[in-house]
């Protein structure tokens, strides 16, 4: 078998670019691997994660309870590895995955009581990496963003206009509680954690340089590869 390797974080903490940096990174050291995201728009198998994320089932995240939501995303990942990326993994390739079965961790958590979480993981990581059969990743790189950076990255990324947010991403509540969720997993699951935000002598927070964050992860995987 090959290496998997996560790259997760809350929406506006560069996930996409980290993952796509690093895999130029590691080409560039000769390494052969494949760069995959999470949920694959462009294929079928992502439908009911748009019909849920626009709104179809209801136009908050937990008008969805955590299970059905989870099956939305892990039905995407497993037509995704049958179809894509499996027989490089399986042939012994490396993968990197912006978001995998551990974003359903973090946001699906975040509907339920904090004493229910170690339930859900439970059941989530059998019944993806078991029942599905998808393969649990080696190591996760956890892109912590500070909540007020990461909402004003993501209002610039739709350059104010609010009515591109999915659910999700407009609900602020819910994105408080899938931070919480997510600190949460980064400690009790092992997960790399980055920290992506600095403050200056005034407080003022903003996001550490893509390079230097870039440098810091490609640390943490010299030890893992």
């Not at 009911?48 to 989870?70: I, R």
Request: with cysteine; aromatic share 12%; net charge negative.
């Amino acid at each position: 078998m090959g290496q998997l390797i996560i790259f997760e974080g809350l929406d506006g903490s560069g996930k996409g670019t980290q993952t796509k940096l690093t895999a130029q990174r590691l080409k560039e050291q000769g390494r052969d691997l494949r760069q995959i995201t999470f949920p694959d728009y462009d294929s079928e198998s992502s439908a009911l994660v748009k019909m849920y994320l626009s709104g179809a089932f209801g136009d908050k995240p937990d008008d969805v309870n955590a299970y059905a939501a989870s099956s939305f995303y892990a039905v995407d990942r497993f037509a995704s590895y049958k179809t894509d990326w499996g027989e490089f993994y399986r042939e012994g390739g490396l993968v990197l995955s912006d978001r995998y079965t551990t974003s359903n961790a973090v946001h699906q958590c975040s509907k339920l009581p904090p004493m229910h979480w170690d339930g859900f993981l439970n059941w989530l990581f059998d019944f993806e990496y078991k029942k599905f059969g998808i393969p649990a990743p080696d190591a996760v790189i956890y892109l912590a963003v500070d909540p007020e950076v990461s909402q004003r990255l993501i209002t610039e990324r739709y350059h104010g206009d609010e009515s591109k947010k999915d659910i999700q991403e407009k609900d602020t509540e819910y994105l408080a509680r899938s931070r919480a969720a997510a600190e949460y997993c980064a400690r009790t699951l092992g997960w790399h954690r980055i920290e992506c935000t600095t403050a200056d002598a005034n407080g003022a927070k903003s996001m550490r340089s893509v390079e230097d964050i870039n440098a810091e992860i490609l640390a943490e995987l010299a030890g893992i590869l």
